[in-house]
């Protein structure tokens, strides 16, 4: 009995172990998607973007006011530039140029894998190049959700921005992991936290410690907005505040009562584009100095 026992703890272990693999290999594959014609009233024009390493990153640009600074769009993981487009056009209303693009391995980009902020973060370097040239003489932006602010907080240079905006940004990759864990599987999923980080370093190519936004936040040299909810539970509240605190000043932080980890903007809506222009505002408008 005791030697069937043993087989079969042996077999669970087993199975476990190419269950957590083909998770992995499940969370890091691409998320292709064709993004279409806009049905929208905003008049872009589709780009390619060539980067350093020979990919092409796809977007759309809208063009503003002249004087009135650039804006880089960045969305979430498994997402593409649709998700930014409500922003766009609010930002764009106001005057600004926008620029959507569909990071590493996401929408019409090319990708072998999602890589939580390593290879996309080259996507939004190639992004702040193309800005910098067509605008030169403009001061440039961001706004990044979620894998979107991870990679503008870990791009492999300083991007010399003149604002930047992170929603839902969690400070460590364990954290991340972990409280995705949690949200799924329960609070004793807890020992599954090495062998899922270990098995997600393999498929990325990166190491746990290369993607932790904590740690190069200070490197970032940017006026910079905080926007977490207090129900989120992919990214608590707690780690949002650990994020500013570490951040260097300018800094501001926007807790949004009842937001979880979705669209800040579908969810506070005015009351965002509040909070958004009125920092933008602030750091990109010439007149506001």
Known sequence: MLKKTSIQLLAFLLAMSLGIFGLGALLTGPAPSAVGTLSVDLPVETITISTTQGTEVHGWLAHGRPGNAAILLVHSMRSNRLEMLS??????????HVLMIDLHAHGE??????????????????????????YPHERL????????A???VLAPQNLKLDAV??????????????NRLKLHLGEHASFLLPVMLSQLSFYTGSTVNRLNP??????LHSPVLFIAGTQDAHTTQSESERLYNA???????????GAGHFNMHNYAGKEYERHVLAFLAQHLRRDAQ
């Open 87 to 96: 922003r766009a056009q609010f930002l764009h209303a106001a005057g600004y």
């Open 214 to 219: 904590i740690d190069k936040i200070d490197e």
């Open 165 to 178: 905006i992170l929603e839902s940004l969690h400070p460590t990759f364990e954290e991340a992991v972990h």
């Open 150 to 152: 991870a990679a503008l």
């Open 109 to 134: 980009t090319a990708g072998d894998r999602i890589t939580f902020g390593a290879r996309e973060s080259e996507s939004v370097v190639a992004a702040v190049h193309f800005l910098r040239n067509t």
């Open 141 to 148: 932006g961001a706004v990044g959700a979620s894998l979107g």
């Open 247 to 257: 951040a260097r000043s300018p800094k501001e932080i926007w807790i949004v009562p």
